[in-house]
């Protein structure tokens, strides 16, 4: 049942959505995009290329929460399929759902 992959443009309007994402608080955790948010920020003015590396970093940030986005639906599709009933139901149960926020060093 995949899908055929088709990739959505990354337009004018999603770079400056990500730039002020590129700006937000940091987290404890060493994410792909904290680490992109971070290059970013340390960027020199000074650089004769800049204009492409901040561009390159808006995109691989937005391409990063997209595929975190995927596979936390992937996880938790696949959990229920696993628990279903045991997830839903169960007053002492575990939710796993939420536990994929990141990578920790």
Not at 19 to 36: A, G, H, I, Q, S
Request: charged residues 35%; negative net charge; aromatic residues 8%.
């Amino acid at each position: 049942m995949n899908k055929e992959y088709k990739p959505r443009p990354f337009s004018e309007e999603l770079a400056d959505q990500y730039k002020e994402e590129m700006l937000t608080k940091l987290d404890d955790k060493r994410t792909l995009c904290n680490v992109l948010k971070l290059a970013y920020r340390n960027a020199k003015k000074e650089s004769h290329n800049l204009s492409a590396v901040r561009a390159l970093l808006l995109e691989a940030l937005w391409m990063g929460q997209r595929m975190s986005d995927r596979l936390s639906e992937i996880r938790k599709m696949e959990l229920h399929q696993e628990y279903p009933e045991q997830v839903e139901d169960d007053p002492f149960g575990v939710d796993w759902t939420d536990l994929s926020k990141g990578n920790w060093d």
